[in-house]
């Protein structure tokens, strides 16, 4: 199982875009879109995911699932579960001028 932010993480590691990957994979770049913007676990035909996992384990990439230690060290990336995502910071709106704070400033 692959996820679409494994995917991502991993062109990101191989310093790819979408169309290298599917390039990489022998699939089209609109199935790649599709895939990266599936909400968890990707979801497509297996063939279609047995390239992709193929292609991203011939260029170095290891895929680590969830309570799997990696086998061969390396670089990769893993979420921690039940981590709060973080929040945006809040954009401060300026207070409205009055009319005399305008006409002190011309």
């Keep these: ?14 310093s790819i875009d ?13 199935t790649i879109q599709r895939m990266e913007a599936s909400d968890g676990v ?15 384990e ?13 086998s061969t060290g390396g670089r990769g990336v893993r979420l921690r579960e039940h981590v709060a995502k973080p929040k945006a910071k809040a954009v401060r709106q300026p207070k ?6 305008t006409e002190r400033a011309r």
């Design 96 to 101: 409205p001028s009055s009319p005399r704070a």
């Design 58 to 70: 011939g260029a170095g990439i290891e895929l680590i699932n969830p309570g799997v230690q990696s």
């Design 1 to 14: 199982m692959i996820t679409a932010n494994q995917l991502r993480a991993a062109r990101a590691l191989l």
């Design 42 to 56: 990707i979801r497509a035909n297996v063939d279609s995911l047995m390239k992709l996992v193929s292609a991203l």
């Design 18 to 30: 979408q169309r290298q990957m599917a390039d990489l994979a022998g699939l089209s770049v609109p």
